[in-house]
């Protein structure tokens, strides 16, 4: 094999591979080496593996993977090209509505334009090659594609119509603008109007349609549980369990072997309990504290999920391609098998489970001093909800405390730890944004009955200190060691944003201080200092938007948020694939592995963290589809009926309002603004009329009136109701108001605008540009 010489990294592969091939830096400097660009058989000639047929195949799969990765492409002739040789630009196609879109470049350059011609052959969410061809009217980076590396979509959700004989898919997912046309024969029994599940069985090119078959019907649009069963597939969330994963969950049966717990630091007598909300299912974390010198000693146990799920077996290869858990209301899509997820890999009360413990010295400053990681096995002693907790630690009532006995004075050290941690963090400077979660109550017919905040206790803050720390110990143990991981990085705010909330700012007497590179302690420091101003809502929510939003990587930036120079997810392995991988690091290490020899490359870990992040965003974007979706549905009986509300985005195109109280949010769009042309002012966050001079601005207050709710589209329509003062008189509750007539429902007719000239249509909340 000439090139186990030449191949710096072959060290590397022959640990990985019974049969090593060529790394892909090393064919990519041999590609790049030759007069002109090779095919496979030359390669094959190249790394002399002539009659070699297991490695010429391995070669064939790797190429492959380096295709779809985007670090080649494939030109006509057959022969492949460095991407970086021909001055091309990978990443992945995000569509718009309306049928343009954006190539968003793998490197994180300013994104392609691509015109309605271009999205053609594409859909929503493939990967592709595109070249620059010039700048758009507007000063955008215009593209045309070269290449599609990969295929996002092979099935897709939607509404099936029949029009004049023909019939099509409208996709759920408004970003996907092509519909799905299906032929006669692919109809597989479908009426119109249904909800189904479409594959695609000719993908879209330059001169026709994407071609459908209709493989699976899941009911009418209104069925109970349908908005959930239409977000999974719409966003491709893996949801069933291939057979091999069945198979190989259950053959670890329902208890921990005796086996198992040989070798391991027994902690079955330590009282450690775990403390998650009322309807939590599965327990992946445990707590115990006690005083040790002058500080404290704490134990934050996790399931031991690395123990059950070995590298490339089934169960590993499900987990990674799902990422993570996907939480909807009352319905949980999981990463693991039940099995693992709700038993063997479930801190459940008073039975033996494996773990991996961080145990940590804290000092009575909350500083911590040092910590170690153990192999262990325990038995949680109670399951704690948080309100319990605070009963018992902050309230202190009699009955609670009575109830749980011998825990108590753990769980009293447990609640003075935490207070000398939150002074630790505020001392530090991490950021802490008031925010409200909401939490959908339903009927018995699985219909909303109301939407109530999540109220955050102590009990809550304490659990995630308890994990914040321990995260940040996994984070300096593997960082010192120097060993392949990932990361959870949220960086400081882009240059750009920073500008615009400075002006703003400016605007209101008030500054953020660091110079060009502000702090989390310069965030927090500015809010303490507007606590009590009637616009602290409106400073607080462009500070937010103005920052990053976390990734996981394998280089260490630091979590801005936190304040913290290194930061990594060490305590839910059951619901994230990247804390499942900081586990497996640290198990290497704590059995005498070196760094070098971790199965994992850096590139590995840039490819993982990446698809993690996407699969985190996705699971985002899918949940807020059924909230937007259940809300909209809550909202169908209300049309007419005023209600005060808060803004909470504006936009050229109108304004988003949040209403007070129950917590749906809808869009007043400018055209139902007073008679008026009105100007946008991004850094400003307002909307003014040029000639009344009337302000529309982010956090102000406003009563509006429900003007139109569209289930399929999952929108709601508001319009402002005038009053003399221009906003929401003090102190109104947000309840409802008086029911308008069916007339006055409708939308005001005026002569507004914006400056922008932007589409109505649009839910972009104007966050990012062109996206």
Known sequence: MKFSKKDPNFAREAEKYEN????REYLLELITRQPAPPDFDQLVRLLELEGDEDRIEALRRRLRAMERDGQLITNRQGRYVPLAEGNL???????HPDGFGFLIPDDGSDDLFLSPREMRQVLHGDRVVACEIGVDRRGRREGRIVEVLERQNQTVVGQYIEEGGVGFVIPDNKRISQDIVIPPDNRGGARDGQIVVAAIIEQPNRKFQPIGKIVEILGDHRDPGMEIDIA??????????????????AAFGSEVPEEARQGRLDLRATPLVTIDGADARDFDDAVYCEPEGEGWRLLVAIADVSHYVAPDSALDREARERGNSVYFPEHVVPMLPEVLSNGLCSLNPEVDRLCMVCEMLISKTGRLESFRFHEAVMRSHARLTYDEMAEIVVDRKVEARKRRGDL???????????KVLHKARQRRGAIDFETVETKIEFNEQRKIDRIVPVIRNDAHRLIEECMIL???????????RRICTLYRVHEGPAEDRLEDVRTFLGELGLSLGGGDSPTAKDYARLLKQVQGRPDAQLIQTVLLRSLKQAVYTPDNKGHFGLSLKAYTHFTSP?????????????????RGGKP???PYSHSDMEVLGDHCSQTERRADEATRDVMDWLKTEYMQDKLGEEFD???????????FVQLTDIYVEGLVHVTSLKSDYYRFDPVGHRLIGENSGRIYRLGDPIRVLVARVDLEEKKIDFQPVEQEDKTAPEGRSGKRGKKRSGKSAGRKKSAGRSSSGSKGGSRGKGKKKGR
Not at 20 to 23: E, N, V
Not at 645 to 655: H, K
């Open 20 to 23: 090593p091939i060529p790394s």
């Open 408 to 418: 108590v004075e753990h769980l009293d050290r447990l609640y003075e730890l935490y």
């Open 232 to 249: 999974i597939r719409a966003h491709g969330i893996p949801y069933q369990w291939p057979q091999e994963v069945q198979d190989e969950a």
């Open 574 to 590: 059951i619901r994230r694939y990247p804390d499942l991988l900081v586990h497996r690091a640290i198990r290497h290490l704590i």
């Open 89 to 95: 630009v990978v990443g992945r196609v995000v569509g």
């Open 470 to 480: 321990a995260n940040v110990a996994a984070a300096r143990f593997l960082e010192k």
């Open 645 to 655: 509300g808060i803004i909470t985005s504006v936009t050229s195109f109108g304004l």
């Open 596 to 598: 070098e020899q971790f």
